[in-house]
């Protein structure tokens, strides 16, 4: 891990995201023209897309991602979408830079190339975010990339689906997707992360987000989770 700072509370981790993420996409739109990042869900991503979206950015250069997705209903409050799009309502991002994963397409697999396609065509070939943020979660998955679940063995795909998990199948970017990332952004935040916390720290390849890569890699927790650092 290149990096961990702490934090007194979820909150003020929140905070320091979206200033970081400010900070890349300024960097990005002067180097490139353009600044290409995906989002996981979760309480504390909201607040920090929340804080991002008051600041002032080149927002019509902006291009958001979805790191992954349930599948389930348009609206439904167990899609990231439908939080994602409320907590960016402040900004002045154009709809149209809000890039949806297709997750109810009637072809799932043609679905995840087509997600395949949209990222090569604003982020290259291959496709290259300038920033992924990612949870992590209390069993150590990240994304959609969950302990057991046959997507982690996927390397010749950049998008692929999952089997079912918490009740949903879901879409998700795979690690190698993940890996190409310029920088990657880890949030955890609360005591049951704790554990996790620890073997992601030291690469631990036996759970998902072990096998992150952790060159360009920056978490963000808040006390709870990092009781002894």
């Known amino acids: 891990m290149k990096k961990i700072e702490i934090f007194q509370d979820a909150d003020a981790v929140a905070r320091e995201g979206a200033r970081l993420i400010a900070a890349a996409a300024r960097s990005s739109i002067a180097e490139r023209g353009i600044f290409n990042f995906a989002v996981s869900g979760g309480r504390t991503p909201w607040v920090m897309l929340r804080e991002l979206a008051s600041v002032p950015l080149p927002w019509a250069q902006v291009h958001v991602f979805q790191i992954d997705e349930r599948i389930a209903p348009e609206g439904d409050k167990d899609r990231n979408l439908t939080h994602l799009m409320e907590s960016l309502e402040g900004s002045s991002i154009p709809p149209e830079n809000i890039h949806a994963m297709p997750v109810n397409a009637t072809d799932p697999g043609q679905a995840c190339r087509s997600y395949e396609e949209t990222?090569?065509?604003?982020?290259?070939?291959?496709?290259?975010?300038?920033?992924?943020?990612?949870?992590?979660?209390?069993?150590?998955?990240?994304?959609?990339?969950?302990?057991?679940?046959?997507?982690?063995?996927?390397?010749?795909?950049?998008?692929?689906?999952?089997?079912?998990?918490?009740?949903?199948?879901?879409?998700?970017?795979?690690?190698?997707?993940?890996?190409?990332?310029?920088?990657?952004?880890?949030?955890?935040?609360?005591?049951?992360?704790?554990?996790?916390?620890?073997?992601?720290?030291?690469g631990d390849p036996t759970i998902p987000g072990g096998n992150i890569a952790q060159q360009n890699a920056i978490l963000l927790a808040d006390a709870l989770a990092c009781p002894s650092l």
Do not use: C
């Not at 795909?157 to 997707?177: H, K, S």
């Open 119 to 202: 990222l090569e065509k604003f982020a290259g070939i291959p496709a290259t975010l300038d920033l992924a943020h990612l949870g992590l979660g209390p069993d150590g998955h990240t994304a959609s990339l969950v302990p057991g679940d046959p997507v982690l063995k996927v390397r010749d795909r950049d998008v692929a689906l999952t089997a079912p998990y918490q009740g949903r199948n879901r879409m998700t970017l795979t690690y190698p997707m993940i890996n190409r990332s310029r920088a990657i952004l880890w949030l955890a935040t609360g005591d049951e992360k704790a554990p996790m916390i620890e073997r992601l720290k030291h």
